[in-house]
């Protein structure tokens, strides 16, 4: 009997093992080129190329849930902005940020990379953020600020760079971060 539990025990523990092994190897979403509508992310995210963003009023990558990372490899995230020309204003706020996470808990933008030429915020931590890092990515050329944060908690923001930010605040108090 001990032999007969054996035998059918054994191949239903292989194949949840190997199910478990697959499941541990997923592959993170692969991002390059041109994008014209907002894309959220849901699940790990990596830049595979250059990105030019074409997005209207909206933010270019948008996080859509918690505990997920954007890697930047490298890459570049270029908005429609050339500062201070075509910068949004303060009659018409068009939140065109190149990457916006909006009240996640445990995500992350990594670098290295370059996120440039935003309408307004090159990264923007929405308030009711926490636990987010944003680590070695330069931000430069954006309208407003480099890294916006507002009403976020216990985030590391750490060894970015920030150049030629706010050159189209139209006197709001705006900068790197």
Do not use: W
């Amino acid at each position: 009997m001990n032999q007969f539990l054996s035998n059918r025990v054994t191949p239903v523990v292989l194949a949840l093992s190997a199910l478990l092994l697959c499941a541990g190897r997923t592959h993170a979403t692969e991002i390059s080129g041109t994008i014209s509508t907002t894309l959220t992310i849901y699940d790990n995210s990596e830049l595979v190329g250059d990105v030019t963003c074409m997005v209207t009023d909206g933010p270019c990558v948008k996080f859509g849930a918690p505990d997920i990372t954007l890697k930047l490899n490298g890459f570049t995230i270029t908005g429609r902005a050339d500062p201070p020309d075509n910068c949004t204003s303060s009659s018409v706020f068009a939140p065109e940020d190149g990457i916006l996470v909006p009240s996640q808990h445990d995500v992350a933008v990594l670098g290295p990379g370059l996120v440039q030429k935003f309408r307004r915020f090159g990264i923007f931590l929405s308030p009711g953020t926490t636990k987010a890092k944003v680590k070695h990515v330069t931000v430069s050329h954006n309208c407003f600020s480099g890294i916006q944060v507002s009403g976020t908690s216990d985030s590391d923001i750490e060894k970015n760079v920030s150049v030629r930010n706010a050159s189209g605040s139209a006197g709001f108090s705006c900068g790197g971060t």
